[in-house]
């Protein structure tokens, strides 16, 4: 019963999170003339992997890095289907020039150049030395090539020229931190909750991948779901598509870097031979789903969703569906 209440602690706390992050980023975005789209990528995205980051380092610390792995790479199928074919569900999302050439373009080239690195079953720390240099690089250029692209709409410019005193500032840098330490908290809650029901579905000696690819990431993922959904409700969706593809990114540069500098990681074949491959299938499908029409419609989404299922069927297919055994 325990472990109950702690999974709907959890949710609670995360909605509760995600609506502040949401709301606070929004105000500081139009005050700063940062457009929502970066900010969805770069202080929401933080906040909303957090999560990822503090369990890869803790697994791998205790020596249990299939489930860091797993964490990751289950996160990143996680966003890309699951919460984004679900927020556009509830809403279409208009995608922006931004976020298919240049957004789009390096998430993509990340996850090609994570499974280039991987292919050796391990990642090192000089690996990780690279994945965080990129990720500080690929942040300031968003910050700096945004500073002047604030609003699409005149309301937008309005509400940008308000008054914002230090008041307001406060208030919505206490909204970030509060939404980010809840996201946090609240996924931790959540997953505490969810392993101990969940363990004993996957036994065998590939438990821990399938017990981090599933349970783990789908717990992990779930502030991209809850701040990605209250965006598309709030009718502000570009936030949410910003928050996923830079989530990724994030997932692979900052928390496999990080996790890398503090101890090298081993790899496991099956994520090499298998949930690698179907991350980058779905990651290059997300260009067509993007470019069509500038956006991403409901049946789109049901597409996004359609292939989170598939590939949680592929898990119990023998050999799996897409699996590569000679890589």
């Known amino acids: 019963m325990e472990h109950y209440l702690l999974l709907v602690?959890?949710?609670?706390?995360?909605?509760?999170?995600?609506?502040?992050?949401?709301?606070?980023?929004?105000?500081?975005?139009?005050?700063?003339?940062?457009?929502?789209?970066v900010v969805g990528l770069t202080i929401v995205a933080f906040g909303t992997s957090a999560p990822e980051l503090f369990i890869s380092l803790k697994s791998a610390l205790l020596e249990h890095p299939e489930i860091a792995i797993g964490n990751v790479v289950g996160s990143n199928i996680c966003n890309i289907t699951l919460v984004l074919g679900l927020t556009a569900f509830i809403f279409p999302i208009k995608v922006t020039a931004e976020a298919l050439k240049v957004n789009w373009t390096v998430a993509m080239g990340v996850t090609i150049l994570f499974f280039l690195l991987v292919i050796d079953r391990q990642v090192d720390?000089?690996?990780?030395?690279?994945?965080?240099?990129?990720?500080?690089?690929?942040?300031?250029?968003?910050?700096?090539?945004?500073?002047?692209?604030?609003?699409?709409?005149?309301?937008?410019?309005?509400?940008?020229?308000?008054?914002?005193?230090?008041?307001?500032?406060?208030?919505?840098?206490?909204l970030i931190v509060i939404g980010s330490v809840g996201l946090v908290y609240g996924s931790d809650f959540l997953l505490d909750g969810a392993t101990e029901i969940a363990s004993d579905l996957f036994p065998g000696e590939n438990g821990k991948r399938?017990?981090?690819?599933t349970i783990v990431a789908f717990g992990?993922?779930?502030?991209?779901?809850?701040?990605?959904?209250?965006?598309?409700?709030?009718?502000?969706?570009?936030?949410?598509?910003?928050n996923l593809i830079g989530s990724n990114i994030f997932n692979i540069l900052s928390i496999l870097g990080i996790t890398a500098l503090v101890t090298e990681?081993?790899?496991?074949?099956?994520?090499v031979q298998?949930?690698?491959?179907?991350?980058?299938?779905?990651?290059?499908?997300?260009?067509p789903v993007m470019l069509t029409r500038m956006r991403i419609s409901r049946w789109e989404g049901l597409l996004l969703l359609l292939m989170y299922a598939t590939y949680m069927y592929s898990l119990n297919s023998e050999p799996h569906l897409f699996q590569i055994n000679w890589l």
């Open 210 to 213: 399938l017990i981090g690819i």
């Open 125 to 174: 720390w000089w690996e990780g030395a690279i994945f965080v240099v990129m990720i500080a690089a690929y942040n300031y250029y968003l910050i700096k090539g945004s500073r002047n692209g604030t609003a699409d709409d005149s309301d937008e410019e309005d509400e940008a020229n308000k008054p914002f005193g230090p008041k307001q500032w406060a208030f919505n840098l206490a």
């Open 9 to 37: 602690v959890g949710l609670i706390i995360l909605i509760a999170g995600a609506e502040a992050l949401v709301r606070g980023a929004s105000e500081i975005a139009l005050k700063l003339r940062i457009s929502r789209l």
């Open 220 to 242: 992990t993922s779930l502030p991209e779901l809850a701040t990605s959904v209250v965006s598309a409700i709030r009718h502000k969706a570009d936030l949410g598509l910003g």
């Open 265 to 271: 990681i081993p790899v496991a074949d099956l994520f």
């Open 274 to 287: 298998h949930d690698l491959i179907w991350v980058m299938l779905i990651t290059a499908l997300l260009f």
